[in-house]
């Protein structure tokens, strides 16, 4: 089995990522959505998911060198995951609390420290709980979730190719 088609996941994982990418700057610029701060995390981890991905089509590497992108693209999706449960979970719960009770991405940036603003961003504030835009009644934590799940599972198949080729390999005599 080649490894060939390795790189075109890798290409296609990166395209995934612009096209995603550019969605949420137009988002952003195009239909003046302000970004909260889990938002911006989220497109960091999409970022650097989608350079990694770049650099490995690009470099197309040997076995090692497609352990090693893929482990850290998925490393990135998983993170990007992570955070965007954690604006669904804050988004959901926002019915049962108070929105005036977590500080506001200014606030934070103005009075507090990096720990501190970490510590309050993990809670939620006040721009994670908004839900400003839909797309067939998903909010954008939610599509940002079901891109990076996507991306876990494409490394995963990337992974799994690895594997059998690796088994399926005749033995050296």
């Known amino acids: 089995m080649s490894l060939a ?6 290409l296609l994982a990166f395209l995934a990522g612009a096209l995603t990418l550019g969605a949420s700057f137009y988002l952003e610029y195009g239909a003046l959505l302000r970004p909260c701060f889990l938002c911006q995390i989220q497109r960091v981890f999409l970022a650097v998911f989608t350079l990694i991905n770049l650099v490995a089509a690009i470099h197309n590497p040997r076995r090692f060198g497609i352990y090693l992108y893929g482990g850290a693209s998925m490393a990135c999706a998983l993170l990007g995951a992570i955070t965007a449960v954690r604006q669904v979970l804050l988004q959901n719960a926002a019915l049962d609390q108070p929105a005036d009770c977590w500080p506001s991405v200014h606030y934070m940036i103005e009075s507090l420290s990096l720990w501190q603003a970490l510590q309050a961003t993990v809670k939620g504030t006040v721009d994670c709980v908004e839900i400003n835009w839909t ?3 998903l909010s954008l934590p939610e599509w940002s979730l079901l891109f990076f ?5 494409l490394g995963s198949m990337q992974f799994s190719r690895l594997l059998i080729s690796r088994h399926l390999r005749p033995a050296r005599q």
């Open 5 to 10: 088609p390795l790189r075109s996941l890798f």
């Open 135 to 137: 797309l067939f009644d």
């Open 149 to 153: 799940v996507g991306m876990l599972i």
